[in-house]
């Protein structure tokens, strides 16, 4: 082979590499789905068996399922494809796009009552697209609770993890947390599962070997392409009811809106044995706000919106909740590789332990980045990378406070007004207390001590926090010598919600809107607790196992 050639076959060996590492093999591998397509070629009427609002995490394997029989799908998202530019969801790129407001990105921010920032998803995909792609099963209780079959879930949760969920790779941050939790007692070592287990453990991730995201749009492979149509930047404003005399309202139809502002309308086929539905899969946010505008909440409120009531439904909005996390900032001296979560501390007193290193947090700062107050703070450390740090955090199980969702205005692309009551009961906030002391401990141990500056205490980290806490809250003069103040001031958001549209007071165990027909509720609004140490496996599995059952149901 000549020179020539030499330094050509060099060169496509280098752009090869480039691309696998880089992540542009995937986007070429990206699922090209004829089925997807923009809302504006969406017809003014249509007629489907079923109509699924939110192409999330639940909607899309749902959605999915429900279109391997002889039924005709629909799928409306708002927002639009995690395939555009597979770049901007590898790992890397994790802050930065969580973090993105501008008005066509794929995260929409709010700030809540409690003066915290959250997040919720605006694309197909949902959260997976967004979060930290940490993938756990739930506890058994939490099947017992929803009345899920446990056969069912592990079935689904399979059908899952054979197409999204990889075994993570080693990293040197991931394994030293793993060891120093191992080292302060949050036994046993559980090794690699999926299973919620008292322990320490290496669980499943979205992301693979390369650092690409793998998310619940790439579910939608399982579909029947014939059977389905998924309408991209289609806003629902309302669905619609069918209403006699003495008869319960029915749902029958969904108004939506496409990009350039056209109104379409897509009804249920109800003369297809009666059995056509309509399913919110808007998460624990949407779903309840498009309740309440479609009319059905608390007559009070709506009334003085000037929406129409269909149904007075006080515990739509209620319940509302969010797992609280707390950790520290702990800078390290020399670069390692970046990583999210992979492991995970679970102890007998309901804390969970996660952690994640090598990103630039200032972007989550409340404080617009405020560097660490201490009498002998490392110098080190105010000079190093600000990608040189790990976050390690707690949370916590449940949890117990709870708050609520209210509309603000008829605009369902707007916010609604969020109260999660962080730390309102006792019990949370005495395991927030006894969590901070345990990761203190791990801070500590021996395993993390060649991350650690030496002239850096632990005191020193605690003021580091403080002035750099993720929300909006005043700081306590106590809130670096008092556990308990820490946890208030320093609160911030696992983007775990739940709540307000839960079983029993707002759905049937078979996620049937009570004192209506056709509409049902499918999404982590229906939950009382958050699931495991992530809710997304759960949330993903809650999407495959109820297509099957109303499957069933539909072949009776």
Not at 212 to 217: D, E, F, K, S
Not at 308 to 316: N, S
Request: charged residues 20%.
């Amino acid at each position: 082979m000549g020179l020539k050639y030499s330094r050509r076959f060099l060169a496509l060996v280098f752009i090869v590499v480039f691309a696998n590492f880089h992540g542009l093999n995937y986007a070429e591998k990206a699922p090209k789905y004829s089925f997807i397509q923009e809302a504006t070629s969406a017809p003014e009427v249509s007629f489907y068996d079923y109509i699924v609002i939110g192409g999330g995490t639940a909607g899309c394997p749902l959605a999915a399922t429900l279109s391997t029989r002889d039924a005709k799908v629909l799928v409306l998202e708002r927002g639009g494809s995690p395939y555009t530019n597979t770049t901007k969801i590898r790992m890397e790129n994790f802050i930065s796009t969580l973090t993105d407001d501008s008005p066509n990105s794929i995260s929409q921010s709010f700030i809540s009552e409690d003066r915290v920032p959250g997040n919720r998803a605006r694309v197909l995909g949902g959260g997976t697209v967004i979060n930290g792609g940490f993938y756990s099963r739930a506890e058994t209780l939490f099947l017992k609770e929803a009345g899920i079959d446990e056969a069912l879930a592990n079935e689904s949760y399979e059908w899952v993890e054979k197409k999204i969920v990889y075994k993570p790779r080693a990293f040197q941050w991931q394994t030293a947390v793993r060891n120093g939790l191992l080292e302060v007692g949050v036994l046993p070592d559980n090794g690699f599962t999926f299973a919620h287990l008292n322990g320490t453990k290496t669980s499943g991730t979205l992301f693979d070997k390369n650092g690409n995201r793998h998310t619940a749009a790439d579910l939608l492979e399982y579909a029947n392409p014939t059977m389905i149509k998924v309408y991209l930047h289609a806003v629902v404003h309302k669905i619609t009811f069918t209403t006699k005399d003495g008869q319960r309202p029915k749902a029958d139809g969904v108004i939506f809106y496409d990009a350039n502002g056209g109104r379409h309308i897509a009804y249920s086929k109800h003369e297809s044995n009666n059995r056509s539905e309509i399913i919110l899969s808007a998460g624990a946010i949407g779903s309840p706000q498009l309740l309440m505008l479609s009319g059905i909440g608390p007559a009070a409120r709506l009334r003085s919106l000037g929406i129409k009531v269909v149904l007075d439904q006080p515990m739509v909005g209620r319940e509302m909740a969010d797992k609280p996390s707390n950790g520290l900032l702990i800078p390290y001296p020399t670069h390692i590789p970046l990583s999210l979560i992979t492991v995970v501390g679970i102890n007998k007193i309901s804390n969970y332990f996660e952690s994640f290193n090598g990103f630039d947090l200032s972007d989550l700062s409340g404080s617009g980045g405020a560097q660490p107050q201490s009498s002998n703070p490392s110098q080190e450390a105010l000079a190093n990378s600000t990608t040189n740090q790990a976050f390690l955090v707690q949370t916590i199980f449940g949890p117990i406070s709870k708050g609520y969702l209210e509309l603000q205005n008829t605009n369902v692309s707007d916010n609604p007004k969020l109260r999660f009551n962080y730390f309102q009961a006792a019990v949370d906030l005495r395991r927030c207390v006894s969590g901070m002391q345990t990761i203190i401990n791990v801070v500590n141990s021996d395993s993390l001590s060649r991350f650690r500056f030496r002239n850096m205490t632990t005191q020193d980290l605690i003021n580091m926090t403080v002035n750099r806490a993720a929300n909006l809250r005043p700081r306590n003069p106590n809130a670096t010598t008092s556990l308990e103040q820490y946890c208030i001031d320093t609160v911030m958001t696992f983007w775990h919600y739940h709540g307000g549209c839960q079983i029993r007071k707002v759905v049937d165990r078979d996620y049937k809107v009570l004192g209506l027909d056709q509409l049902r509720v499918i999404d982590a609004s229906t939950f009382s607790f958050s699931p495991g140490t992530n809710p997304q496996a759960t949330i993903l599995m809650l999407g495959r196992s109820m297509g099957r059952r109303i499957l069933q149901s539909r072949r009776r």
